[in-house]
């Protein structure tokens, strides 16, 4: 074994200065090669930069063929470069033809060097590019030199982040300044012009080389400090306020904080010549490595601890990111990789957008967007990588795409769609007081949708004709612990008066399946949507549904009241849940509490088996809500929570549009009212079929209202009936392009 050469602290200041020299970027990213091949004394050492998210090119070498830069390239896991770049860690061979991937590339002459080391370039855990030293000699590298290798790959990182590389070359371009298009999937319709408020900021390091090692021992030494200190804090609140098992979460949390190993090695790195915060970077790369590779969903959750209190010190030791209780800036499009409803909430309704990278369209936080009609994209992928605080950004929540400092022909066709959507919003505000009627004289009730406070001013500026669906278990999702009744109950009051005389449907606690609540522990299901959920929870717990009916029931004061009952599957659920109010109204009244005359009592359909439940199912239900989103995912069997079988299954589905006709039949025969209450309920489109299958009363999010309406009165529905049926008959899958092209040709 070789002895190595290699001075780390005295590279890294070499570094340092070719950062801060004039020049492009393939003089600086040559002038490295150079530095890194005579400190380490081989032979070859080469960088390269990810061009694309499955390509690595050559930008720069010292000893092999200067021609082979910026034509040489390789896949992700092709050859050893690949294999480093795929594996995020280093190959470490004294003769590279016998190591398992190598492969032979003649344009760069490497025939003639034996042994490889190769380390990944990265940064938070993202494969940048990577750094390769090679030399004639069969030469088994020490840990010491893959380590200081390792260093001086972090620094290159972030120089990269920094732009230090822009050159000719596509692959140097510099990230956080190029336009950039994300397609992802559309959680809330509308469009959306701002600017990028990152949920947890990516940190920018300026000077990533530390000219202080003994000073920045001291910084670490003060903001991990810091960081023990608001741990200790959490732990204090969280043994005042939860449970054992959320105990046991936090000592493991405050354990990480004050391990003596972490600590160690962000010290060894800092000895090395890094900077505290990249010291820190180095560390969290690692663990997001391990991470992606450990099986055990337990342990990935801790190392997700340590990621998370990396975080913590980063944002510490910078200075950045939004503290709390910080104003929101002006315009701000949110981006995150997810995000939870009370985090939401804590931003509020001033959002122009939300673009994530992860989330589903069921979720709460989806939820809430809806109800506040802010724009959402969802699995924008990488988009936190991309975007810097304050970028431009427009949000497509039509098309499910984000714009990223786009261009002026992007913003100039962008504001023209904007435009567009104002002056339909003019004609919507228009018919707002008028009631919906079809050209043949058929009456719609258009309701909306609500589960905050903050939606009730929307009954009146939208024209809903009431609340067809007051989601009730939002205040259970926000909190920390079991929410009082007394607080339930002044909450529901204030819904009431909101509302002013218009009737309310509260239902009644729908959680599980994606909807956890904090203070109930988490079952281990295989199948939570076809889980222990919703009715089954509450009959299984009847102490929350009994105080929840309470709530609502001194809630209204004597005023009429609806209460709606979640994924009901068969008619005994029904039968109980009944039984459970009429006996809470009993205890009510021996207790001399005001009870509502008119209470009705209803039903969520969302399970194919409740359309064929008994007649006396239809005859006992005082109403009967058709839930579509879940309807929808168990009549297709497929997850809406799953994208890739999501989109494959259309509303507008002859399967689902005639089930749909089937129920509203069987309501009609008992003189049962029936609805339709979710997001399709909301698309013109689809609210006019619903319509021409026999529904009469739909329910959706308050800004679809004037949209619903004004589709409405412009048709004929007993035509619109007839343009179905025709699509029907000719055998096609969905009626959507027939009665699309129908719609266009009669009244456009």
Not at 175 to 199: K, T, W, Y
Not at 279 to 288: D, L, N
Not at 332 to 343: K, M, Q, S
């Amino acid at each position: 074994m070789v002895k190595s050469r290699l001075d780390s602290r005295q590279l890294l200041t070499r570094l340092r200065d070719t950062l801060a020299e004039d020049g492009d970027g393939q003089q600086r990213l040559d002038h490295i090669t150079e530095l890194v091949a005579a400190g380490v004394g081989v032979e070859v050492c080469s960088i390269y930069l990810r061009r694309d998210r499955q390509t690595l090119e050559l930008c720069a070498t010292e000893g092999l063929k200067k021609e082979s830069v910026h034509v040489t390239r390789l896949r992700y896991g092709e050859g050893l470069v690949g294999r480093v770049a795929k594996e995020a860690s280093p190959v470490n061979a004294d003769d590279a033809t016998k190591e398992k991937g190598f492969r032979y590339m003649p344009e760069t002459g490497e025939e003639m060097y034996s042994s490889f080391l190769g380390v990944p370039i990265q940064r938070l855990g993202e494969v940048l590019g990577v750094l390769v030293i090679q030399s004639k000699a069969q030469r088994k590298y020490s840990e010491d030199d893959v380590y200081a290798l390792e260093v001086v790959a972090m620094v290159i990182a972030e120089m990269k982040e920094l732009g230090a590389f822009v050159g000719d070359g596509e692959a140097m371009t510099a990230p956080h300044q190029r336009p950039i298009m994300f397609s992802g999937a559309s959680a809330q319709e509308g469009a959306a012009r701002g600017n990028v408020l990152l949920h947890d900021p990516q940190i920018v390091i300026s000077n990533p080389v530390a000219d202080d090692p003994e000073a920045e021992k001291i910084r670490l030494n003060e903001a991990m400090d810091s960081l023990r200190i608001s741990v200790n804090d959490m732990l204090s609140a969280t043994k005042k306020e939860s449970d054992g098992e959320q105990l046991e979460v936090m000592e493991t949390y405050r354990m990480f904080a004050n391990s003596k190993g972490w600590r160690a090695r962000l010290e060894a790195s800092i000895d090395s010549g890094l900077a505290a915060e990249v010291a820190v970077e180095k560390e969290q790369s690692a663990t997001r490595a391990r991470m992606a590779r450990v099986p055990d969903p337990y342990l990935r959750e801790r190392l997700h601890d340590l990621d998370d209190l990396s975080n913590r010190l980063l944002r510490i030791l910078t200075g950045q990111g939004r503290a709390e209780g910080d104003a929101l800036p002006e315009k701000a499009v949110l981006v995150a990789r997810n995000i939870g409803p009370g985090e939401l909430l804590e931003y509020g309704k001033d959002l122009r957008g939300i673009v994530l990278e992860q989330g589903s369209v069921g979720s709460h936080a989806a939820i809430i967007a809806r109800a506040w009609a802010i724009p959402m994209i969802i699995h924008a992928d990488n988009i936190t990588r991309e975007a810097l605080n304050g970028d431009a950004i427009l949000v497509d929540g039509d098309q499910g795409i984000a714009h990223l400092r786009p261009d002026d022909n992007v913003a100039s066709a962008f504001n023209d769609k904007i435009a567009m959507e104002n002056q339909a919003q003019a004609r919507f505000t228009a018919i707002r007081d008028k009631p919906a009627v079809t050209k043949d004289g058929v009456k719609i009730d258009l309701l909306m949708n609500a589960g905050l406070l903050a939606d009730l001013p929307s009954i009146d500026s939208s024209g809903a004709e009431g609340v067809g669906l007051f989601r009730t278990e939002l205040q259970f999702l926000v909190r920390n612990e079991m929410p009082k009744r007394t607080d339930l109950s002044r909450q529901y009051a204030r819904v009431m008066d909101s509302a002013k005389g218009k009737p309310v449907t509260f239902r009644t606690l729908d959680i599980g399946s994606d909807k956890v609540v904090p203070f109930l522990k988490p079952e281990d299901e295989p199948n939570p949507a076809l889980g222990w959920r919703a009715i089954r929870i509450s009959l299984d717990k009847p102490g929350i549904m009994r105080m929840q009916l309470e709530a609502i029931l001194r809630a209204a004061q004597g005023r009429a009241v609806n209460i709606m009952f979640p994924f009901v599957a068969q008619f005994e659920e029904f039968k109980q849940a009944k039984a459970m109010l009429d006996k809470t109204i009993e205890n009510e009244l021996r207790l001399g509490h005001v009870v509502p005359e008119d209470i009705k009592v209803g039903a969520m359909l969302e399970t194919p088996s409740l359309a064929f439940a008994p007649n006396q199912f239809f005859e006992m239900a005082d109403f009967i809500s058709i839930g579509g989103n879940d309807l929808k995912q168990f009549f297709f069997a497929a997850d809406r929570e799953n994208e890739r079988v999501r989109r494959r299954y259309d509303t507008l589905n002859v399967s689902f549009l005639t089930f749909i006709e089937l129920i509203a039949k069987r309501c009609f025969e008992f003189d049962t009212p029936v609805s339709f209450c979710g997001e399709d309920a909301g698309r013109p489109l689809e609210a006019m079929c619903f319509a021409a299958m026999g529904l009469r009363t739909l329910s959706m999010r308050p800004a679809s209202i004037g949209p619903v309406k004004d589709r409405l009165m412009t048709v004929d529905l007993a035509a619109a009936k007839d343009a179905i049926d025709t699509a029907r008959l000719s055998g096609v899958q969905s009626v959507r392009d027939d009665i699309r092209k129908w719609y266009t040709d009669t009244y456009r």
